[in-house]
C-alpha cells in the first residue's frame, strides 16, 4: 500500500526552459540605498505594450512631442507630475505596414498604476528608480501609392477655395499662403493616421467644397447658376428688418406701432371699415332704448353695454357694438376644429344658416356677408374654409373691437364666455395685439362691479402706446 502511494504522488521535474519562478536574490549584494529620480523635460524611459504584433529589432523608430494639454481635459490630475510634452513614436521600417507608438491613459482600476524603471548597481547597493512612460503599440496598413495620390487630390480640392481668396491688401498675401499650408497640411495627417470619424469629415468637406469665382477652374456661370444667384438677396437683412417682417405677418388688424395714442394705434377704419359701417343700422336700437323696451342679445359682452352706448348718443360707438354682436354670431356660427383639438381650421356653414344667424342685428345681410367672407375666408384659400391665421384674425378683430369700445381697458371674462374660449387663450389672443393683461385695480373692480373675490380670478386687458408686441417664439431649444 505505501509502495502504490510514493507511485502516485507527482514528481516535480527540474527539466524543461521554464525559468524558476522564485525570485533570486542579487549574488553577494544587498539593496542599500534606493533613491528616485525626477522626471526630466528632455527625456524619460517609455515601457510600451505590443499585444499582438512581433517587432523587429531592426526597426528604427523616429520620436515627436506635442503638448499634453490635450489629454488633460478628460483627467487632469493623471499627469499632473508627469512631462507636460506627449511622446509619439513612428516608424516606416515594414515594407507594408506603420507602426505607432502612442501614450494612452489606463482605465477602470488600473487608471492609477504608474510604471517605473529601476537601475540597481551591485557594487554600491544603490537602486535608482525614475517613472516610464507607458505607450502602446499599434499597426495599420500603409496607403498604396495610387491611394496615397487620389488622398492628396481630394485635399487639394478641399483646400483651393483657401488658395483663391483674394487679400485685402499685398501683406495679407503670405498670412493666406500660410493658412492653406496649415490646412493641407493638418488634412493630410488625418487622412493617414485619423479615425474613420474624422476621415469621413474630410471627405464630406471635399464634397460640399466651393470653388472661388475667378479660379483657373472655375467655367462660366451656367443659366441655373445665374437664376439662383440672382434670386438670392443682396443684402443681409438686419435683426430689426427680420422683426418688423415678423410683425408684418401677424394675424391681427391693420395697425401703427409708432404712435403715442392708443386711439390711432387701431384706427377705427382699420375695424369697422366705412362700408360695412353703412349697412349697420342704428334707429331701431336708438328707438327701442327711448322706449325703455329690453334688447335681447346673445352676447354677453354686447347685453351689458347696449344700453350704456345707444344713450351715449355716439353712432360710430353704437354701429361699432352692432358690428362685435354681428362678429361673435358670425364666429360662433363656424364649423369644425376647436383650441382644444388639433386645429383651428374652421369652415363656414351654408348661406342660409349664416343668414338666419344674422338676421336679427340687421334685415338683409347678403352684403355684409360677402364683405366678411372675402376678409376672412378669401377665394385664394380653399373654398368655404377659414385658415388658422384667418381664424386668428377674426378672432383679433372682436377684440380689438372690444377695446376701442371700453377706452381701451375692457374686462376679458365677457368676451370669454361669448366667443366659447378658455380664459389662457383669450388672455393669448389680447397679448398679440399688445395689451398686458393683469388683474383689476381698485378703481376697475368699482367700475364693474366685482366683489374683492371675484376680482381675484379676473383679468383686464390694457392697450398702451406706444404698442408693444410680444417677441415671436423660435421654439424650444434642442441640445
Not at 517609455?46 to 520620436?63: P, Q, R
Not at 352706448?309 to 361673435?328: N, S
Not at 361669448?418 to 399688445?434: F, Q
Amino acid at each position: 500500500m505505501g509502495s502504490e502511494t510514493l507511485q502516485r504522488k507527482r514528481v516535480s521535474s527540474t527539466e524543461g526552459d521554464e525559468p524558476p519562478r522564485k525570485k533570486v536574490a542579487f549574488e553577494g549584494s544587498s539593496v542599500k540605498e534606493i533613491s528616485i529620480l525626477q522626471e526630466s523635460e528632455e527625456w524619460s524611459p517609455i515601457i510600451a505594450t505590443s499585444a499582438g504584433l512581433t517587432l523587429s529589432k531592426s526597426f528604427k523608430f523616429n520620436a515627436y512631442q506635442r503638448p499634453r494639454k490635450l489629454l488633460q481635459r478628460s483627467r487632469p490630475r493623471s499627469h499632473s507630475s508627469f512631462p507636460s510634452n506627449e511622446l509619439l513614436l513612428h516608424s516606416s521600417s515594414h515594407p507594408c505596414m506603420d507602426h505607432v507608438v502612442q501614450e494612452e491613459e489606463l482605465a477602470g482600476s488600473d487608471s492609477t498604476l504608474k510604471h517605473y524603471v529601476g537601475v540597481f548597481d551591485p557594487k554600491t547597493g544603490k537602486l535608482e528608480v525614475i517613472r516610464a512612460r507607458h505607450m502602446v503599440v499599434r499597426a495599420s496598413v500603409r496607403q498604396s501609392e495610387e491611394e496615397r495620390k487620389k488622398a492628396e487630390e481630394e485635399i487639394e480640392q478641399n483646400v483651393r477655395y483657401i488658395c483663391h481668396i483674394k487679400p485685402l491688401e499685398e501683406d495679407f498675401h503670405g498670412t493666406n499662403l500660410c493658412i492653406c499650408k496649415a490646412r493641407s497640411a493638418r488634412a493630410a495627417l488625418t487622412s493617414a493616421f485619423g479615425t474613420k470619424k474624422s476621415k469621413a469629415a474630410i471627405a464630406a468637406m471635399t464634397t460640399n467644397a466651393i470653388t472661388a469665382p475667378g479660379s483657373s477652374d472655375s467655367g462660366p456661370p451656367s443659366a441655373l447658376s445665374k437664376a439662383i444667384l440672382s434670386s438670392m438677396p443682396t443684402k443681409v437683412p438686419t435683426k430689426e428688418s427680420r422683426a418688423a417682417d415678423l410683425d408684418a405677418l401677424r394675424p391681427i388688424p391693420a395697425y401703427n406701432a409708432s404712435t403715442s395714442d392708443p386711439k390711432e394705434v387701431y384706427p377705427i377704419a382699420s375695424i369697422l371699415p366705412q362700408v360695412i359701417a353703412t349697412l349697420i343700422p342704428t334707429k331701431d336700437w336708438v328707438s327701442l332704448v327711448a322706449s325703455k323696451t329690453e334688447i335681447e342679445t346673445p352676447s354677453r359682452f354686447v347685453s351689458r353695454r347696449i344700453i350704456e352706448v345707444v344713450e351715449g348718443g355716439d353712432t360710430t360707438q353704437i354701429k361699432l357694438l352692432r358690428y362685435i354682436a354681428i362678429l361673435i354670431a358670425f364666429h360662433n356660427a363656424l364649423k369644425g376644429g376647436t383650441h382644444q383639438g388639433a386645429s383651428l381650421k374652421k369652415r363656414l356653414p351654408n348661406p342660409e344658416a349664416l343668414n338666419r344667424t344674422l338676421q336679427p342685428y340687421i334685415s338683409d345681410p347678403t352684403p355684409i356677408l360677402h364683405i366678411l367672407k372675402n376678409t376672412f375666408a378669401p377665394p385664394s384659400q380653399t373654398p368655404g374654409m377659414l385658415s388658422p391665421q384667418s381664424y386668428i384674425l377674426l378672432v383679433t378683430t372682436i377684440l380689438v373691437c372690444t377695446l376701442y369700445l371700453d377706452e381701451f381697458v375692457t374686462l376679458t371674462s365677457d368676451i370669454t364666455e361669448d366667443l366659447h374660449l378658455t380664459t389662457k387663450d383669450t388672455n393669448h389672443y389680447y397679448a398679440e395685439v399688445g395689451c398686458k393683461v393683469n388683474s383689476p385695480l381698485e378703481s376697475e373692480r368699482q367700475r364693474w362691479g366685482l366683489g374683492k373675490t371675484e376680482a381675484r380670478v379676473r383679468r383686464v386687458a390694457r392697450l398702451k402706446a406706444p404698442v408693444d408686441f410680444p417677441k415671436a417664439s423660435r421654439g424650444r431649444r434642442t441640445r
